[in-house]
């Protein structure tokens, strides 16, 4: 999303959004003096706004819902998404209408962006902040399309609820290019299509470091620990185990992402899942009791991870997880493939080299055999 702010040395209005690797940002319109600064403030606030929801509609499309009958989750997000159509007749319109109800978040916003102009009380501004919220528009109806150039890079930064094929065929030939990632990854596919072709790129090298260790799969991702990320390896063993069982790369990643947006809108879609986690915690609690009975540990004492993902930003937290995944699989393949006896420098960087090619070369040909399920 665009997040606006004043630059108060250059008495402007400015609009920033994220590109994957740092931010950029643009002049929407310079100020005048006499523009008191709480309500440029109040300007920037509400344009930020505005953005955020209007965003919302690109990261939780309606299509992404289980249900579209009426007041139904799918039919409000239609209803926001369709609401795009009034904001920039609300922007240029000389009065607020007082008879009739706003029915969306949308066209809320909409109107108090509108309000904060017409205190402003200038023409001048009031058209180039129009321009440019029609540009983050269009930018998001680009994203909508899977083109991610321009404004609608910022979508990169973005978990999404779904994901276009479009996109996640780009990140399978980056990954392709670099089974590791490359910046490109980051920085041209919005995470959750990266995600998902990361998944199937990444099963396809633990399959074939499991083949050449004699390890079983599962052996191999708990090698993929992170000290610093502790439920990371879950989320790798839940794709492990269903890929294993014949899923596809899609259908293993979206659960999980969907998943941690129920968790971030402050809700647990099922019960089955937090299930599982209380009867593994209670488990947990009763054997270290067993084991050591002057512990001081009860259910209220301990905390329970509800995903395995971080919530705000479930896409690039996966993606991470990942592409770490495919890192260890590189160095169990090359820790088993070692020789006992140390070899010249020259000689050892050279079988470095051949190892590693070997390695991307069985992972590339995994993938390949398996592409068909991908999507």
Same mark, same amino acid.
């Given at each position: 999303?665009? @997040?606006? *702010?004043?630059?108060? =040395? ?14 950029? $940002?643009? %002049? /929407? ?15 920037? !606030? !509400? ?14 499309? =309606?299509?992404? *819902?289980? #249900? ?10 239609? &209803? ?32 108090? %962006? ?18 440019? %919220?029609?540009? +983050? ?5 680009? *994203? ?15 978990? @999404? +609820?779904? $994901? ?23 920085? +041209? ?7 998902? *072709? ?7 090298? /633990? ?13 191999? /991702? ?26 596809? =790369? #899609? ?22 899942? /937090? ?65 006992? @006896?140390? $070899?010249?420098?020259?000689? +050892?960087?050279?079988? &470095? &080299? ?18 068909? @399920?991908?999507?």
């Amino acid at each position: 999303m665009t @997040r606006y *702010a004043i630059d108060r =040395a250059h008495n402007t209005l400015l609009a920033q959004w994220s590109t994957g690797i740092g931010d950029t $940002a643009t %002049v /929407v319109a310079r100020l005048t003096h006499d523009q008191l600064h709480q309500n440029t403030r109040q300007l920037a !606030e !509400e344009l930020t706004r505005l953005s955020h929801l209007c965003w919302r509609s690109y990261t939780h499309p =309606a299509t992404a *819902a289980d #249900r579209h009958s009426p007041h139904s989750l799918g039919w409000h997000r239609q &209803q926001e998404r369709d609401a795009f159509t009034k904001i920039l007749p609300t922007l240029i319109a000389t009065t607020q209408p007082t008879d009739q109800p706003i029915g969306t978040k949308v066209e809320q916003a909409a109107h108090a %962006v509108a309000r904060a102009l017409r205190v402003l009380g200038t023409s001048h501004l009031t058209t180039h902040v129009t321009t440019d %919220v029609a540009a +983050e528009l269009a930018a998001i109806e680009q *994203a909508e399309r899977g083109d991610l150039s321009d404004r609608a890079q910022q979508a990169v930064a973005l978990s @999404r +609820e779904d $994901a276009s094929p479009l996109q996640i065929s780009q990140a399978d030939r980056l990954l392709r290019d670099n089974c590791f990632g490359s910046q490109d990854l980051f920085t +041209e596919v919005d995470p959750t299509a990266a995600a998902i *072709a990361a998944a199937h790129w990444f099963y396809a090298a /633990v399959t074939i470091t499991a083949r050449h260790t004699g390890l079983h799969p599962i052996q191999v /991702v708990a090698s993929a620990e992170q000290y610093d990320k502790p439920l990371a390896i879950e989320s790798l063993a839940d794709i492990t185990t269903a890929m294993s069982a014949g899923a596809r =790369a #899609r259908h293993v990643v979206m659960p999980l992402i969907r998943n941690a947006f129920h968790i971030a809108d402050g809700h647990l879609r099922g019960i089955l899942e /937090v299930q599982h986690r209380i009867t593994a915690a209670q488990e947990l609690i009763s054997k270290a009791h067993t084991e050591h009975p002057g512990i001081d540990l009860s259910p209220d004492s301990i905390y329970l991870p509800l995903t395995s993902l971080d919530p705000a930003r479930p896409g690039p937290d996966l993606l991470d997880n990942l592409l770490h995944g495919i890192h260890t699989c590189w160095h169990l393949y090359q820790h088993h493939a070692n020789p006992q @006896r140390p $070899a010249p420098a020259n000689v +050892e960087n050279s079988r &470095q &080299q051949q190892l590693r090619q070997a390695f991307l070369t069985a992972t590339r040909e995994e993938a390949a055999a398996r592409s068909e @399920r991908l999507l």
